[in-house]
């Protein structure tokens, strides 16, 4: 039987944090080996919010870093930059002559990096769920392991391809997003009611994959708490909802057997033994990385366009040919 195809990728706008191995890259690790595997960093993407040249350099190379690090195995799997393969922009421009103003305009992802920036709103981060379509569909992906937050953009993506197949003739698979039931939404430790981002300034607000020891358990011991003192999840408990999660996630206990471990316990207990739980999970992460050379990274990561764009560049031909344009 033919192998499912998975896309996925992650923006170089910041260090990575535990929400995108939680939410995204863990996920791609446990699914690579039953599937056919696109892994992307998505420079182009980033750039709708403004970046600090030397800064997105390095980060384009720290995220292909981390993919290999946490278990991205290039046997198995496409890693590349997104930017290396121009048929991401050509398919972005042609789908959005598909796409309506108003369908973008919805995009929560949208008016939340939009909101209080006046006249100034990118255009480009109007455009983004266009160039993410481009992205999933180029590779005629069947599913995108994401989080909860890009929920939107997949279904824009997949209305974008019925839409063209309609219009043109079956041409894109319709994808499906892939989103876990746990770990898909990881909030800010300084505020439960936000999903940890890696924009965020605050250094307090997220956990890097890359953070020392003494930074895990500085940061998990100012992490906000619910009033009251139980270690209880639930609905009026965003914030040990929340660390319950981590710990769950990051040691495989499950939350009812957590609660009861640290039933009659204060909260500076039960975080000490989340930083240690933490900064075991990531130990082994932090070795391979620090082992990576940065050369031989680059070198897969060219290797890994070339393929990619072999399969793009097939893509594009039938886009154009079936739109009427002359090739
Ligand atoms: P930014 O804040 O710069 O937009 P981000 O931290 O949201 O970035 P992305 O590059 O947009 O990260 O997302 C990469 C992947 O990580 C996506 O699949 C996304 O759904 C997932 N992800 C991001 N934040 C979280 C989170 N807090 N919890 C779970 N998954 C997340
Ligand atoms: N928008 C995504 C990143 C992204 C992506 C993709 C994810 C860009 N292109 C294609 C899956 C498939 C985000 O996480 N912010």
Same mark, same amino acid.
């Given at each position: 039987?033919? !192998?499912k +195809? @998975?896309?996925?990728?992650?923006?170089?706008?910041?260090?990575?944090?535990?929400?995108? /191995?939680?939410?995204? +890259?863990?996920?791609?690790?446990?699914?690579?080996?039953?599937?056919?595997?696109y892994?992307? @960093?998505?420079?182009?993407?980033a750039?709708?919010?403004?970046?600090?040249?030397?800064?997105?350099?390095?980060?384009?190379?720290?995220v292909?870093?981390?993919?290999?690090a946490?278990?991205?195995d $290039?046997?198995?799997?496409?890693?590349?930059?997104?930017?290396? @393969?121009k048929?991401?922009c050509?398919?972005?421009?042609?789908?959005a002559?598909?796409?309506?103003?108003?369908?973008?305009s919805?995009?929560?992802?949208f008016?939340?990096?939009?909101?209080? !920036?006046?006249?100034? +709103?990118?255009?480009?981060?109007f455009?983004y769920p266009?160039?993410m379509a481009?992205? +999933?569909?180029? /590779?005629?992906?069947?599913?995108?392991?994401?989080g909860e937050?890009?929920?939107?953009?997949?279904?824009?993506?997949?209305?974008l391809?019925?839409?063209?197949?309609?219009?043109?003739?079956?041409?894109?698979?319709v994808?499906e997003?892939? *989103?876990g039931?746990?770990?898909?939404?990881i909030?800010?430790?300084?505020?439960?009611?936000?999903?940890?981002?890696k924009?965020e300034? !605050?250094p307090?607000? /997220?956990?890097?994959?890359?953070d020392?020891?003494?930074?895990i358990?500085?940061?998990?011991?100012?992490?906000?708490?619910?009033?009251?003192?139980?270690i209880?999840?639930?609905?009026?408990?965003p914030?040990?909802?929340?660390?319950?999660?981590?710990?769950?996630?990051?040691?495989?206990?499950?939350?009812a057997?957590?609660?009861?471990r640290?039933?009659?316990?204060?909260?500076?207990?039960?975080?000490?033994?989340?930083?240690?739980?933490?900064?075991?999970?990531?130990? $082994?992460?932090?070795?391979?990385?620090?082992?990576l050379?940065?050369?031989?990274?680059?070198a897969?990561?060219?290797?890994?366009a070339d393929?990619?764009?072999?399969?793009?560049?097939e893509? *594009?031909q039938?886009?154009?040919?079936?739109?009427?344009?002359?090739?």
């Amino acid at each position: 039987m033919k !192998k499912k +195809i @998975v896309f996925s990728g992650v923006q170089p706008s910041g260090v990575l944090h535990i929400g995108n /191995y939680l939410g995204a +890259i863990q996920r791609w690790v446990r699914l690579q080996s039953q599937t056919t595997n696109y892994f992307c @960093v998505v420079d182009l993407h980033a750039l709708t919010i403004r970046q600090d040249p030397e800064e997105l350099h390095a980060n384009t190379l720290r995220v292909a870093k981390t993919y290999l690090a946490a278990g991205i195995d $290039p046997q198995h799997s496409t890693i590349f930059i997104q930017s290396h @393969v121009k048929e991401h922009c050509e398919l972005a421009w042609l789908l959005a002559t598909l796409c309506y103003m108003g369908e973008l305009s919805r995009m929560t992802q949208f008016k939340d990096k939009s909101r209080n !920036k006046g006249e100034n +709103i990118g255009v480009g981060l109007f455009t983004y769920p266009t160039l993410m379509a481009a992205d +999933i569909l180029l /590779y005629h992906t069947d599913l995108v392991p994401v989080g909860e937050d890009q929920k939107q953009h997949l279904e824009l993506t997949r209305d974008l391809a019925v839409r063209f197949n309609n219009a043109f003739g079956e041409t894109f698979v319709v994808p499906e997003p892939l *989103i876990g039931e746990v770990g898909a939404r990881i909030m800010g430790l300084d505020d439960p009611t936000r999903k940890m981002s890696k924009s965020e300034p !605050k250094p307090g607000h /997220y956990l890097a994959l890359t953070d020392p020891p003494d930074a895990i358990r500085k940061k998990i011991g100012r992490a906000v708490t619910d009033s009251g003192t139980e270690i209880r999840a639930g609905a009026d408990k965003p914030a040990l909802s929340n660390l319950l999660n981590i710990y769950h996630l990051m040691s495989g206990i499950s939350i009812a057997e957590l609660e009861e471990r640290y039933r009659g316990q204060g909260y500076a207990a039960f975080k000490r033994d989340l930083a240690e739980v933490v900064i075991e999970h990531l130990r $082994p992460f932090q070795e391979r990385y620090a082992a990576l050379d940065d050369a031989e990274v680059m070198a897969l990561l060219r290797a890994g366009a070339d393929r990619a764009r072999a399969v793009a560049a097939e893509t *594009i031909q039938q886009v154009k040919e079936r739109m009427g344009i002359v090739v």
